[in-house]
């Protein structure tokens, strides 16, 4: 949503050197951190610190468990609130991200003039995550995990006004591919729910959820860029800033926490204390399973380009129609699998084109 960010690597200063820092998102999503580099291309190239094989191994690895994470979710859901479930994954987040700047004796504010953007990068994320989540309780994980993978294709269809990059024909033609999947899956979704005696405006309310989500990750991932550098220019967030991503996770984790806080006045009469083992083992392992995912999201950027990774991490659709149908036992109609397919092609499609010469501009 995602999504989802790792320990990533970042360029720093006009040298472009390549150096260890740490960003940590989920959304979700899942995955709008892990993609924060600058689009691929020479800039995006291999740095060369880890075999193509492994790279490519750590980026299937993660997405497989970007997927349990979302089954984590979906499993703690069913005994906790979404407010208690992002708890979990924020204080796990803010934690490690603490003690990584506390280690290196580093400040958590970036330079000045980052604060606006690490606000709306902070909003942004918990938003993404907060309709990612509400999505998983209310849709089959299979469902949810596709609509949520759409946000590359809606960055490619805002990033000429917000990043300053050229629209596309491929965007365009992704973008219809994406929605015609989102169209099959509601429509397999209406009919499902109808047939099965559903809790009327449930699946509808998961569907709005799980789109709105995957605008917020889009948002998120354009703040990222953004924050890291990224962007011709020429849109309207123009100009380069720099902030270590560890910096960005930090902020994130703690605007978050901030909202959560606010929020708790409403949101702490539905927290649940007497829960069976189980569910208590799902919810702590929602940030366990990310920090695990974004580790090896790391691992994969060290050694190939931001849209090969992103082309890889499709591979989590994939593994939540395998873990909806094995360990959820939910039913998968062809509408579903149709959908997911139009949107898988979508986002790859927009995966190459960020780690290919951008086609001419529309």
Same mark, same amino acid.
């Given at each position: 949503?995602?999504?989802?960010?790792?320990?990533?690597?970042?360029?720093?200063?006009?040298?472009?050197?390549?150096?260890?820092?740490?960003?940590?998102?989920?959304?979700? /999503?899942?995955?709008?951190?892990?993609?924060?580099?600058?689009?691929?291309?020479?800039?995006?190239?291999?740095?060369?610190?880890?075999?193509?094989?492994?790279?490519?191994?750590?980026?299937?690895?993660?997405?497989?468990?970007?997927?349990?994470?979302?089954?984590?979710?979906?499993?703690?859901?069913?005994?906790?609130?979404?407010?208690?479930?992002?708890?979990?994954?924020?204080?796990?987040?803010?934690?490690?991200?603490?003690?990584?700047?506390?280690?290196?004796?580093?400040?958590?504010?970036?330079?000045?003039?980052?604060? &606006?953007?690490?606000?709306?990068?902070?909003?942004?994320?918990?938003?993404?995550?907060?309709?990612?989540?509400?999505?998983? &309780?209310?849709?089959?994980?299979a469902d949810a995990v596709?609509?949520?993978?759409?946000?590359?294709?809606? &960055?490619?269809?805002?990033?000429?006004?917000?990043?300053?990059e050229p629209l596309t024909?491929?965007?365009?033609?992704?973008?219809?591919?994406?929605?015609?999947?989102?169209?099959?899956?509601?429509?397999?979704?209406?009919?499902?729910?109808?047939?099965?005696?559903?809790?009327?405006? /449930?699946?509808?309310?998961?569907?709005?959820?799980?789109?709105?989500?995957?605008?917020?990750?889009?948002?998120?991932?354009?703040?990222?860029? *953004?924050? *890291?550098?990224?962007?011709?220019?020429?849109?309207?967030?123009?100009?380069?800033?720099?902030?270590?991503?560890?910096?960005?996770?930090?902020?994130?984790?703690?605007?978050?926490?901030?909202?959560?806080?606010?929020?708790?006045?409403?949101?702490?009469?539905?927290?649940?204390?007497?829960?069976?083992?189980?569910?208590?083992?799902?919810l702590l392992a929602v940030?366990?399973? /990310?920090?695990?995912?974004?580790?090896?999201?790391?691992?994969?950027?060290?050694?190939?380009?931001?849209?090969?990774?992103?082309?890889?991490?499709?591979?989590?659709?994939?593994?939540?129609?395998?873990?909806?149908?094995?360990?959820?036992?939910?039913?998968?109609?062809?509408?579903?699998?149709?959908?997911?397919?139009?949107?898988?092609?979508?986002?790859?499609?927009?995966?190459?084109?960020?780690?290919?010469?951008?086609?001419?501009?529309?």
């Open positions: 949503t995602v999504e989802c960010t790792p320990i990533c690597f970042v360029r720093s200063g006009p040298s472009k050197v390549l150096t260890g820092s740490v960003a940590v998102d989920v959304t979700q /999503s899942h995955v709008a951190d892990n993609r924060a580099d600058d689009g691929g291309g020479a800039q995006g190239a291999s740095t060369g610190k880890v075999p193509f094989a492994c790279a490519v191994l750590a980026f299937v690895a993660s997405a497989a468990f970007h997927s349990v994470f979302s089954l984590c979710i979906k499993l703690s859901s069913k005994s906790f609130p979404v407010a208690q479930i992002m708890w979990s994954r924020y204080i796990t987040q803010w934690l490690c991200s603490s003690a990584i700047l506390l280690a290196r004796r580093e400040s958590c504010f970036g330079p000045p003039g980052a604060g &606006t953007f690490l606000l709306g990068r902070g909003l942004f994320g918990v938003a993404a995550q907060a309709c990612h989540t509400f999505a998983v &309780t209310r849709l089959p994980l596709s609509l949520h993978t759409m946000y590359p294709v809606i &960055t490619a269809l805002l990033a000429p006004a917000f990043l300053g024909w491929r965007a365009v033609l992704s973008a219809v591919a994406a929605t015609s999947g989102c169209v099959l899956i509601s429509q397999g979704r209406a009919a499902h729910g109808a047939a099965g005696g559903a809790r009327p405006g /449930s699946p509808s309310l998961g569907l709005g959820a799980a789109l709105l989500g995957a605008f917020f990750a889009s948002a998120t991932y354009m703040l990222i860029r *953004r924050l *890291r550098g990224g962007g011709g220019g020429g849109g309207s967030m123009g100009g380069a800033l720099v902030v270590k991503s560890e910096v960005v996770v930090w902020a994130y984790s703690a605007i978050s926490l901030a909202a959560l806080v606010v929020a708790l006045p409403a949101s702490a009469p539905s927290f649940v204390f007497a829960a069976p083992t189980p569910a208590w083992a799902a940030g366990g399973v /990310s920090i695990a995912e974004q580790l090896l999201v790391t691992l994969g950027f060290a050694g190939v380009s931001a849209g090969v990774g992103t082309l890889l991490m499709t591979t989590e659709t994939a593994f939540a129609f395998l873990l909806s149908w094995t360990v959820l036992r939910e039913s998968i109609g062809w509408t579903t699998a149709l959908g997911a397919s139009f949107i898988a092609a979508a986002v790859v499609s927009s995966a190459l084109a960020a780690g290919a010469a951008a086609p001419p501009p529309l």
